[in-house]
């Protein structure tokens, strides 16, 4: 009747063994490390930068505990943070020659000390939020006059669309600042112009001119829409950090706007500084450009000559130089998805990308007019450009069309990922940026962790003394649900935070809950006259509707905290629904396992430990033993 079969207890066991390897990270504490990570979109990191990072070490008489890849970078643990400041000077000098254009991203960071046959399982220690351990923290300052400029130069392109198609001819279009001036040889011309352009473009306020046998008519940009310009750039460039920020999985970030023009961004938890500067480093903006492959391009590559009027000199993958036309064919905000993948052909990795029906018409007659010519894809970062790419256009395309040649698996998905995060609508600059420490300070962390524990063991004392040997299971069973949760919580990789050990706290009171419910039951069963074996039996089975009935209704609640909720309530309502969920399994199946393998072997059951069992006559029963 009281016995479970060996698969449960074998369950039992993995779960048991499983909640001591991933909790056991969290107990070794960390050590202080230097951290390389590529600074450019076009420079990546592999295992040769390992005997280099060695070397200059090695020169400075600096020993590190290791120094290995780890992804895309290279870390290196030291034993105290005086070597670590000294080896973060020596390998910064050694990697980045230039202080004024690093390649090279070399920041203070802290490994776990965990012993390495626990990271090989992958058993890593939960990161601990901005108000127990720190965090990253930018401030970014929005360029809003590039926001405008930006809006004016596409405002420029479409006027000179809607022009042709309407088929009014004009003698040049020229933006100046945010206006737009375009010039035309007779009043006739200009009025028809005003009239095709007026609809089309309700954002910009139109004003004429005559100069000599000039007339110029002249679209600015409205108050009200340079207010939405800019409203709208501030809100893009948030949605471009959130979406690059997640899909590298940095938990809980925060970021949010400060000011007119200003984003914070907020990285709670997150132990690798180097991978979130080089996160938030890469603000960067997507354009599609034509390669110039004229003979004058040719001379500016071999440098015997100047480059080309409408052209600028940028650097491809590998160093090479390239000549690109100034003209900007499409921006990433045409942009709707980027994947990585094959070439259907030649099997190589390639990039698929999807634009809108306004990019799609632009990429048809573009792609119509040039093909066997190259298209750069080029990245601005902090007012830098690089090329990604220069594939060669092989016919004609539209809202779907790839890019491959000359790049890795890797590449391929670092270029999609780039791609697909979303371009910026206006330039952003880090001005402020540092590693803050814990914002309640090492009495609060100390009294969290304390409350944790002084919970836990009120209750393991009352439950000992209330129900004796069942209590004591009951408390077993307490054990391995916090033991199961925290496990959950580190092979997660959640970011804990205060309102987390407080979620913490409450399952554990409410986890004993279900014990209550169990072991008055069986209680009631003795009460009743039943047998111990019996009473063990049915009182689990009829508390366990009573026990479901409970965690759901509360599982319910924290499900809607989680949707709903933001920043500290998220992180509470996580631990919550995780609590929730270990506590049934470990309330129910554990306590019952330890009870069947005390009790179930007896067949001649006369008594159980279970505390003092009240009868309304006064009498207590054989069943139970005091």
Known sequence: MNRFPWWKYTILAIALLVGLIYTLPNFFGEAPAVQVSSGK???????????????ALSAAGLQADFVQLDGSSVKARFRDTDAQIKAKDVIGKALNPDPADPSYIVALNLLSRSPHWLTSLHALPMYLGLDLRGGVHFLMQVDMKAALTKRADALTGDIR??????????????????AVTVSFRDQATLTAARAALAEPLPDLQWTEAATGGDFRLTGS??????????EQAIKQNITTLHNRINELGVAEPVIQQQGADRVVVQLPGVQDTAK????????ATLELRMVDDSAE????????????????????????????????????ESLTDAQPGFDGQTQEPAVHLTVDAKGARIMRDISREN??????????????????????????????????GRMTTQEANDTALLLRAGSLAAPMEIVEERTIGPSLGVENI???????????????????????????????ALALNLLLLVAVLSMLQATLTLPGIAAIALTLGMAIDANVLINERVREELRAGASPQAAIHTGYERAWATILDSNVTTLIAGVALLAFGSGPVRGFAVVHCLGILTSMFSAVLFSRGLVNLWYG??????????????????????????
């Open 41 to 55: 979109a076009t420079l990546k990191v592999d295992a040769t930068l390992v005997p280099r990072v060695e070397q």
């Open 161 to 178: 669309t809607l022009l042709r198609d309407k088929g009014i001819r004009h003698s040049g279009i020229v933006r100046e600042g945010n």
């Open 221 to 230: 940009l409205k108050a009200d829409a340079a207010r939405r310009v800019q």
């Open 276 to 283: 979130a500067k080089d996160i938030i480093g890469r603000t």
């Open 297 to 332: 391009a040719g001379a500016a590559i071999t440098g015997a000559g100047p480059v080309p009027f409408g052209a600028e000199r940028y650097v491809e993958r590998g160093g090479a130089p390239l000549i690109v036309k100034r003209q900007v064919i499409l921006t990433g």
């Open 371 to 404: 093909i066997g010519k190259r298209m750069a894809i080029l990245l601005f970062e902090k007012g830098k450009g690089e090329v990604v790419t220069a594939p060669v256009i092989r016919g004609e395309l539209g809202s779907r069309f790839q890019i491959s």
């Open 446 to 476: 100390e009294k969290g962790f304390n409350s944790v524990i002084y919970g836990f063991s009120a209750i393991a004392l009352f439950m000992c003394c209330y129900y004796l040997l069942f209590g004591l299971f009951s408390t077993l």
């Open 601 to 626: 072997r007896q067949k001649k059951l006369k008594s159980v430990s279970i505390g003092q069992v009240w009868r309304p006559g006064g009498a207590t029963p054989p069943a139970a033993q005091v």
